[in-house]
């Protein structure tokens, strides 16, 4: 069946309603929601294969919810890391001033 088969995009709005009862009952942060967008946009892109293996549904809502998870555990990390890089920029910057503060005291007492 071609990948824009008539047939194929009803049952993706039903995987995406099955998605959707799963994403109910997480937290709602906004880092889900956005999670959800994705995977709606990516159930839709990828219908034909879907369609293809509705046998395997209960696998499949397992697995969203484990990358779901993965997905927001590898943004809280890039968090992590860019608040750390925001930190160590913050502190070259107070150095950097220190330092012309210092040669502009030491320059004007020439």
Do not use: W
Not at 37 to 66: D, H
Not at 97 to 110: C, K, Y
């Amino acid at each position: 069946m071609p990948r824009d088969s008539p047939a194929n995009t009803p049952y993706a709005h039903k995987v995406i309603g099955s998605i959707k009862s799963v994403f109910k009952q997480l937290p709602p942060e906004i880092e889900y929601i956005s999670l959800f967008k994705k995977y709606c946009e990516y159930v839709l892109n990828r219908r034909s294969a879907i369609y293809q293996a509705t046998g395997l549904l209960p696998i499949l809502a397992a697995l969203v919810v484990i990358v779901a998870e993965r997905d927001l555990h590898h943004a809280s990390e890039l968090t992590k890391m860019r608040n750390q890089y925001d930190c160590e920029i913050n502190n070259i910057r107070e150095e950097m001033d220190q330092l012309r503060r210092d040669f502009n005291h030491l320059t004007s007492h020439d």
